[in-house]
């Protein structure tokens, strides 16, 4: 039967009334029709050697090198034996960006957030990361205060890139440990059997999050217990709370609404008598979501003085949530921020699965947009120095390393994620004409993001743009702020900074090169910053750097204003006219924002200071195109913590003659490969050129505040292929 009549055989049996629910599903069954035709279609024409073709992969073996991925732990037995700890992956998984300390939770009402696309450790789970520029990704880390990484696994481990973007922006996150379904059963019999048992699994849980810099744990223990396990059960929770909280000050364990204190499976929707003997012993409760007008209230009464630790579940989904979720969202936030509770938001990635239209990136940012407008910002940044954002979020189309572009492969890895700018996103059309928005289509300055700024502004006014809402308090020492930009025609854009001190009360200050005369008025003070260049710059960029010292203040408001560059005697400056682009659109791109108390030249150990070494090394293809995937690691000769938090990878492949003279020819210049947070780096199926006489791998030094060292300066490891 071909395709189409058997649509028409289909259509024939549809009822004269289609809602668009009949249709949707139709269409879902039609593709899975489709799907299943093409596979068959697949086996019969793929006829080149059979036998090999339905070989099974073989089976993951996590100690035996491959790409690092992170991925959960599905037995208790695996969690028992931690096997984990010698797995080939374990050094690549773990995050490395703390966070600040004293980082206890703020007492007012917070925002959770618990991530659940598509059964988890999926674009996230390539460590070092992949090749999607359409992966998932979460960026208005300003209105989280705890992430929680799930999927339906015994042990979910949230992968390091969430942890290192997270922690970043001041988020804590949590893993989960569930129990489901008869399987969960069997699983909370063995573990609640005694209650050494119960203390066993509870400390493995801890090394597990301490190992690899995640904040504690969400307990989902959705399953029917006997009263006889509930002693377990609750030795179980408090010696995992108590424990780490002993080994990481700050962590968190909540526990999740589901089994009661009399062993039924039986969501209570709200904090009372059945679920509170749990509360009582960790962190805060996530409350199932279906609950009704007046339990946030009878909640936060029952908590006492831990109202806040009452996070009252939401489903995006929608599914029997209070408000309704999606874009209705707000309905239930409002509710839970009247009644002073917390708030637990479950998979915001709705927006993602359901493809919102228009496109992710837009849809996304409006439906946090509703979040802020009920609740406002949670996270202030910059709080500390250095402060360094290059708008990167942690995916795109290209990346390029000061102002240089170094590769234009899709690409992502959220652990690249800088500072997120706090973009105002109306769920209203604005009367802004300026549109700002982070673009990752083209060339960034540094990583593969940049600001970009276009519009026709009506009557040529600036406009100003929040982009981060600080707290940072200025000392003694002056600050270098530096940014960069690309502009086009008369567009001009200027960095607008707030200082507030209780003496001396409101600053403002305008970093601006152009024609900032007609600003005078509106700020205490215009600076003019001076321009840096730097070798091997993309053309068109122009680095602004300026030094201010405000001690006492604290630094609360930055934000970009765009203008004209006024006409000079009444003339346009002709290089307007000159681009192709129309003279009255503004455009103009900011590429990075660094505040530190030190200029541009950070002093990075010499690499002789280094031992880098390649472990694993595996020769593969033939004669013709040979390929290598070999692990490298490096660390200080002298022992001490490595202080750099990251680390770009280069290769050279170096012929005889460009061995023999030393030189940097053309052909062994040096190819950006990936970036590592941790000191160690997998180099995997790398493609060798032949003539190739053996390999230069260097590891470039990243300071925090974006610097990175001179390529001459770095360490590296070299190998030869002669002889393989
Ligand atoms: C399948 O095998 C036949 C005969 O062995 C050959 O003629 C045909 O080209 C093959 N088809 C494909 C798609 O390889
Ligand atoms: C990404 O890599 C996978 C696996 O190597 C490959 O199948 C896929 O086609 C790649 N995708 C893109 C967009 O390059
Ligand atoms: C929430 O509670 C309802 C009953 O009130 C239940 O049907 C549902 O499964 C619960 N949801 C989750 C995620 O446990
Ligand atoms: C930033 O994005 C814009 C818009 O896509 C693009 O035109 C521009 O090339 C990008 N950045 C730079 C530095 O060019
Ligand atoms: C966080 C995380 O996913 N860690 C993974 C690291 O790699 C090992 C395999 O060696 C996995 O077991 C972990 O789940
Ligand atoms: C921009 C960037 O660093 N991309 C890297 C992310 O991780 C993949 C896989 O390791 C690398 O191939 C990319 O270069």
Redesign the pocket.
């Given at each position: 039967m071909s395709l189409k009549s058997m649509l028409l055989l289909i259509l024939r049996f549809l009822p004269p009334f289609i809602t668009l629910k009949t249709l949707k599903a139709l269409h879902n069954l039609l593709n899975s029709l489709l799907k299943t035709i093409k596979k068959l279609l697949g086996k019969i024409m793929s006829n080149q050697s059979d036998d090999q073709k339905s070989d099974p992969p073989p089976p993951f073996d996590?100690s035996k090198p491959s790409i690092p991925?992170?991925?959960?732990?599905k037995t208790l037995e695996d969690l028992d034996s931690r096997s984990?700890f010698t797995?080939?992956?374990?050094p690549?998984?773990i995050s490395n960006v703390p966070l600040q300390p004293n980082s206890a939770l703020p007492q007012r009402p917070r925002i959770l957030v618990c991530h659940d696309l598509q059964g988890g450790y999926v674009d996230d789970k390539w460590v070092q990361g992949g090749n999607n520029s359409g992966a998932y990704a979460i960026w208005h880390w300003y209105l989280i205060d705890v992430f929680i990484y799930f999927s339906h696994d015994l042990v979910t481990?949230?992968?390091?890139c969430w942890t290192n973007t997270a922690h970043r922006h001041g988020v804590k996150v949590l893993g989960t440990f569930i129990t489901e379904w008869d399987e969960g059963k069997a699983i909370c019999k063995k573990l609640l059997s005694t209650k050494e048992s119960a203390y066993k699994y509870a400390e493995r849980l801890v090394e597990l999050a301490i190992a690899?810099g995640f904040d504690g744990w969400l307990l989902n223990m959705e399953v029917e217990l006997e009263v006889g396990q509930i002693p377990n059960l609750k030795e179980f929770v408090s010696h995992l709370t108590q424990t780490m909280h002993s080994s990481l000050p700050g962590s968190l364990v909540i526990w999740y609404d589901s089994v009661t204190i009399d062993g039924k499976l039986d969501w209570q929707n709200q904090l009372n008598e059945k679920n509170k003997p749990f509360f009582d012993i960790s962190d805060g409760i996530f409350v199932n979501y279906t609950w009704k007008e007046d339990y946030p209230k009878l909640s936060a009464t029952v908590a006492g003085n831990r109202k806040f630790d009452v996070y009252m579940g939401i489903d995006v989904f929608g599914r029997g949530t209070y408000g309704g979720g999606e874009w209705t969202t707000n309905v239930a936030l409002d509710v839970i921020k009247k009644d002073d509770v917390s708030a637990a938001l479950f998979a915001p990635g709705w927006v993602y699965e359901t493809k919102q239209p228009p496109d992710f990136q837009t849809a996304q940012n409006c439906w946090w947009a509703l979040v802020e407008k009920s609740w406002g910002i949670v996270q202030n940044y910059p709080k500390v120095l250095p402060f360094y954002s290059n708008f990167d979020q942690g995916r795109g189309y290209h990346f390029s390393i000061d102002g240089a572009q170094v590769l234009s492969t899709q690409w992502n890895n959220i652990s690249l994620q800088t500072f997120q700018p706090l973009l105002e996103y109306a769920d209203a059309p604005t009367t802004n004409a300026i549109e700002v928005h982070v673009d990752f289509k083209e060339a960034s300055f540094i990583g593969g993001g940049n600001l970009t700024f276009k519009g026709i502004p009506e009557a040529k006014a600036s406009v100003s743009t929040r982009l981060f809402s600080g707290e940072l308090l200025m000392c003694d020492l002056p600050v270098h702020i530096t940014y960069s930009v690309k502009l086009e025609g008369n567009s001009q854009v200027g960095l607008s900074l707030e200082f507030f001190s209780k003496m001396k009360g409101k600053r403002k200050l305008l970093l601006a090169s152009q024609g900032m005369n007609q600003f005078s008025s509106k700020f205490s003070e215009v600076i003019v910053p001076h321009q840096l260049t730097k070798p091997d710059m993309d053309p068109g960029w122009v680095i602004q750097e300026c030094c201010i010292a405000l001690n006492g203040h604290t630094l609360t408001e930055i934000h970009a204003l765009c203008y004209w560059q006024q006409p000079e005697n009444g003339v346009l400056i002709s290089e307007a006219r000159s681009n192709s682009q129309d003279p009255a659109e503004y455009f103009a791109i900011l590429g990075h924002i660094r505040i530190s108390t030190f200029d541009q030249n950070t002093e990075f150990p010499p690499s002789t200071s280094w031992i880098v070494e390649g472990q694993d090394v595996e020769w593969g293809g033939s004669q013709g195109s040979k390929t290598l995937s070999l692990k490298i690691s490096w660390k200080l000769k002298d022992g001490k913590n490595s202080p750099f938090p990251r680390y770009n990878i280069y290769v050279e492949k170096l012929t005889k003659e460009s061995v023999t003279t030393l030189a940097r020819t053309q052909e062994s210049a040096s190819e950006f490969i990936g970036v590592a947070h941790v000191k160690v780096f997998y180099v995997s199926d790398l493609v060798i050129p032949s003539g190739t006489s053996s390999l230069k791998f260097i590891i470039q030094m990243c300071d925090a505040d974006g610097a990175s060292q001179k390529l001459d300066d770095a360490p590296f490891f070299q190998l030869n292929v002669d002889g393989q």
């Open positions: 996590p991925i992170s991925y959960p732990i984990y797995s080939f992956h374990y690549f998984n481990l949230p992968p390091p690899l």
